[in-house]
């Protein structure tokens, strides 16, 4: 692929809400908005929390920087973790759902008025890749 440069595409994003905080991650990073999560959930009582998986596919175009080669496609196997935490009740059947920790276990960092807020976490790990 020495040969080759990737064509940069915009990305197709939705806007983001008014309740809602994306972050975009690869290689390790996921980790660590993980253990963020789990450190808003310790700050800001009552919050019940979703988590879910899926996969998506991202295909990359690939331009030649020598002449007589042609230009290529691949595609990547993504994995995607969307983290949604709220005050109000969210679907207890789902197999993701977590209630609310303990009010015992929450130390909180400030004072601020979020009732009824629902923040979403979108994470797109690019470290679970296959071509």
């Not at 253990?35 to 979703?50: A, I, K």
């Not at 983290?83 to 197999?95: A, E, G, N, Q, Y």
Request: proline share 8%; net charge negative; aromatic share 6%.
């Amino acid at each position: 692929m020495d040969r080759y440069q990737r064509v940069e595409k915009p990305r197709n994003e939705t806007p983001i809400s008014q309740n809602e905080i994306r972050i975009t991650t690869q290689g390790r990073m996921r980790n660590y908005i993980s253990y963020g999560m789990s450190l808003l959930e310790r700050r800001v009582g009552g919050l019940h929390q979703n988590t879910s998986t899926e996969s998506v596919d991202i295909t990359d175009t690939w331009e030649p920087l020598e002449e007589g080669l042609l230009p290529l496609e691949t595609t990547r196997h993504v994995s995607m973790i969307t983290i949604t935490l709220s005050k109000k009740p969210l679907d207890t059947s789902s197999p993701g759902y977590q209630p609310p920790i303990p009010a015992e276990e929450v130390k909180p960092a400030f004072d601020y008025d979020h009732e009824g807020a629902t923040l979403i976490i979108f994470i797109l790990c690019y470290c679970c890749l296959t071509i």
